[in-house]
């Protein structure tokens, strides 16, 4: 059940994304990719959920390839992930959001889902049962037939996050879940991937919000100029030299 990437590179035409990155996520735990902005964050879960191929490396989880299979054949083995900006469907309510990412994961074809899900809502209350937890997990409960797209931003980012968990991970990543949000929504949202790492599933975490990624994170990797310059635990990442000097010699703002 373990996540391996090794000697993983990415180049777009002239640029060069990520340069050889290795390293692998213990099942359970909550492991953090923090970097300046540009270090390969995105980049690196882009290669890892197959929404783009890598120049070269491989990717294993499970002891099996992902690297290769499309975005849909990797969440079915179990590794999903949200978006750094939200990906909620705007149109729908969240209850709909929620019920989609159900059927997304199931074998249920996506216009299929869009057609048919009223019908299904009433012939799968098993389904129906699910939506309303995720809902009630993510603190959505009140929320659950208005439009996504008239949520405030906080909430559109919870609703992808239980867009995210209806595809039921083993291994979820999160690309800047706390962007956007207010420091009380950050401390929720922290809250909740704890309580999902609880549930046994592992967390690859990327995000801006030191704060968030030293409170929660087990392990850290830093990437700059797509390369793993450290890893170690947070206090072991917070005292490294390498680390400092990344982050002093970052532009303002990036973290
Ligand atoms: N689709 C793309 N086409 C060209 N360059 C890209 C593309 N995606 C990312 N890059 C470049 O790759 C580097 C890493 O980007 P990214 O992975 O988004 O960084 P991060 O998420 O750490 O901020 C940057 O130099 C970025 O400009
Ligand atoms: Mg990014």
Known sequence: MTLAV????????????LDGVSFTVRPGSITSIIGPNGAGKTTAFNAITGYLQPTAGRINYDGAALTGLRPS????????????????????????NVL???????????????????????????????????????GLGHRRDEMASTLPYGEQRLVELALALAARPRVLLLDEPGAGMTGAEKTVVSGLIRQVRE?????????????????????????????????GTPGEIQAHPDVIRAYLGAPRGAA
């Open 73 to 96: 054949a990797i969440a079915r083995r179990g590794v999903v992930r949200t978006f750094q900006r939200t990906s909620v469907f705007p149109s729908l309510s969240v209850a709909d």
């Open 199 to 231: 549930q046994g599933v592992t967390i690859l975490l990327v995000e801006h919000d030191m704060r968030m990624v030293m409170g929660i994170s087990d392990t850290v990797i830093v990437l700059n100029h797509g390369r793993v310059i450290a890893e």
């Open 100 to 138: 989609t990412g159900l059927h997304l994961s199931s074998t249920a074809g996506f216009l299929d889902v869009l057609v048919r899900r009223r019908w299904l809502v009433l012939e799968e209350s098993s389904l129906h049962t699910d939506v309303e937890e995720i809902i009630g997990f993510v």
């Open 6 to 17: 090794s000697d993983l590179a990415v180049s777009f035409g002239g640029v060069t994304a």
